[in-house]
Structures are given as structure tokens and as C-alpha cells.
């Protein structure tokens, strides 16, 4: 088992390096190209949209871990190329149509691999955040790398690298042994999706996280730009930045590890949005640039919360064989609402400014903050839910 935990452990390291050396810096890669932040707000608005269409069917595709594990080989191989082929393209026009590939054919990656990563821990006794943390080092690591590799070398080295990193995890996603043999397939349950859907404190939870996870996501997808354009910090800082906030999330994750056990969820979820909605609204006051990076690093501490509590949190609502649908209609949902509020960012960054903007956002995750409280999930509560 030791050895298929490794494989585990590598596929997330190796996967998230590929992660860090594209994502963090394609906003600013965008704008840098020439692209106004208006422009930039569509094309954000492009992976929700496509994510709205791709994860129903990908979510009747993915029947079971087997599955899984032939999908994530496929999404790896093609979004290590599409995001080659960025290097190779200019104009508006042509980055929005790869990033809607990437959109439809690879959006679901992430809620595939954390239902199929925790799906093997939930069945071998293993504390999730204990995989999962390795893609948080990788961060930390590759993040500070890029920004150097961006600053001697230019953004066009760095997509290459990244591409080449995700050809890599599709090698890993082959070495890992399927979680289901032939077998035992027929004894298995199968996921029920009429009782999911029917699963109060499921739906509950679905309302609390598109609020607040929404709101991070279209926050942070411009405050790359807001940092270096507005704020003046180069793609070096950047890095450093971004690996900063990452290396207290793996902090933080590693705290959990051992001592989450003893902490209540609804607990964690409280700290995590309070401290969520704090930096959000410090970024509304226009302060200076150092300030901003001090508080920067609270995003490592709340997101470090929420990826560990998130996965721990599903497990106690919904049957184990109903996770990774769990995980792949929460991610629809919340991209349906990260799709609608990237149309409008840019539009009103541009009109209004970041203060207001930041605003907004922080007015999200207060509601979120209050849905949670009122609306309470009720955990261990699997077999009388579904």
C-alpha cells in the first residue's frame, strides 16, 4: 500500500507543478498580450461557461473509479497541449477559443482527481489532506520557480514547461493501479444521483460553498492583475508572493493532518470565511503594497482550511460512492456563479474600480458566511440522507 500511496503523492506533486507554472500567471499573461481587463473578464467567464456544459456529461461519463482513472489520463494529455498551443497563438479571439477547450474538455479535472484520490483514501483508512498537501509543496515550490523562469526567460519557456509537466501526470495517471478490480465491480453500490440531489443537508452545503468558493475564485483570478498592474509588483514578486500564501496553506494542512480530527468542521468552515471575508475587504481599502502582501498570506491560511475540511466535510453528508458526483455538481454549481460574476468583473473593474470590486466580492461571502449559519449541514447523517 506504501507504494500506491507514493504514486498518489507524485501525481499531485507532478500534476500541481504543471498547475503552478500556467495558472497563476495567465491572467497577466493575457494582459501583458495586449488584452484590457474587460476582455480578460470574458475570457475568465469561459471556463464556468464551458464547465456548466462539459460537467453534466462528464458527470454521466465518470461511473466509477475506473472510469476516473482513464479520464484523468485523457484531460492531462490535452491540456498539457492546449496550453503548448498558447505559446504558439496572439489576439483575443484565439485565446478564448483554447481556453474553451480547455474548458470543456479538461474542466472537470480537478473535481475527477479529489473524487477519485479520496475515494482510494476513504477505502484504505487514510486521512485525505495527507495526499492532497503534496499539491500545496508543489505550489510553493513551482510558483517561486515560474516567477524567475518568467523573469529571465519569458512567459513562453514557462507554458512549455507547464505543458510538458501535465504530459508527465497523464505517465502517473497510467502507473497507479485501478481501485477496482474486475471482480469486485458487481458487489460495488453505484453511485445514486436521485438520492444526492434529494440530500437536504447536501443541497444546504452546495449553497454555503458556491457563494464563498465562487467569490475566491473570481477574486483571485484578478488580483494577479490588481497586484502587478495596479500595485506595481513584478512577475518575479508574483511568484514569491503567490508561493508565500501557498506555504502557509501547507502549514496549515499539515497542522490539520494531525489535529484536525479533534476540531469541529463547523468550526473550521467559520474561521476559514471570516478570515476570507477579512482580507477581502483590507484589498478594498486601496493600501500599500507591502500591506497587501502581508495580508495576502491569510489566502493560505483559509484555503488551507477549506481543502481540508471540504473533502472530510462531503464524506460525512454523502455516501462514498457518491463523492466524486458530489464534488462534480458542486464544482457546476459554483461555476455557473463564477461564469456570471467574471462577465461582469471586468466590466466593473474598468467603470468602478477595484474598491468596489473587492466589495462585491466581500458581500458574497458574507452571504455565504449567513446561509452557513442559518442553514447549518447536519454531518454523519449518510444513511438517513440517502
Known sequence: M????????????????????????????FIFKGLS?????????????TTIIANPVWNWIVKD?????????????????????ITRVNGFELFALIIGLIGLLCSPFMSIQDGFAATYALNNHIEFSQLRIYASIAYVLATTVAG???????????????????????????????????SKVKSRPKRDLRALITNKNFLKYLLFYTLTVGAIRIGDSFFG??????????????GLVYSGFVFFEV??????????????????????????????????LDLPLPAIVAFTMLRGVSWGVYIYTHIRYLSKIVRVENITAAILIVTLLYSIFAAVGSMFAGAIIERFGYTIFFLSLSGLI?????????????VNQMQNNE
Open 251 to 284: 502549514l496549515v494542512l499539515r497542522y490539520l493532518s494531525i489535529k484536525g480530527g479533534l476540531i469541529d468542521e463547523k468550526k473550521l468552515f467559520l474561521f476559514a470565511v471570516s478570515i476570507l471575508l477579512f482580507r477581502f475587504l483590507t484589498y478594498s
Open 65 to 85: 473509479s475506473r472510469i476516473s482513472q482513464t479520464v484523468l489520463k485523457f484531460m492531462t494529455v490535452i491540456e498539457g497541449l492546449l496550453i503548448i498551443l
Open 366 to 378: 458574507l452571504a455565504g458566511l449567513v446561509s452557513f449559519l442559518i442553514l447549518t449541514p447536519k
Open 148 to 182: 524567475f523562469t518568467v523573469q529571465y526567460l519569458g512567459y513562453e519557456i514557462l507554458f512549455l514547461l507547464s505543458g510538458a509537466f501535465f504530459l508527465v501526470t497523464a505517465g502517473i495517471a497510467w502507473w497507479i493501479k485501478p481501485l477496482e478490480k474486475p
Open 2 to 29: 506504501e507504494r500506491e500511496i507514493f504514486k498518489y503523492k507524485l501525481f499531485f506533486f507532478v500534476r500541481y507543478i504543471g498547475d503552478a507554472f500556467f495558472y497563476p500567471f495567465m491572467s497577466i499573461y
Open 225 to 238: 492583475v490588481y497586484i502587478t498592474d495596479q500595485k506595481g509588483l513584478s512577475t518575479l514578486g508574483w
Open 37 to 49: 481587463e474587460e476582455q480578460l473578464g470574458w475570457i475568465l467567464a469561459i471556463t464556468p461557461i
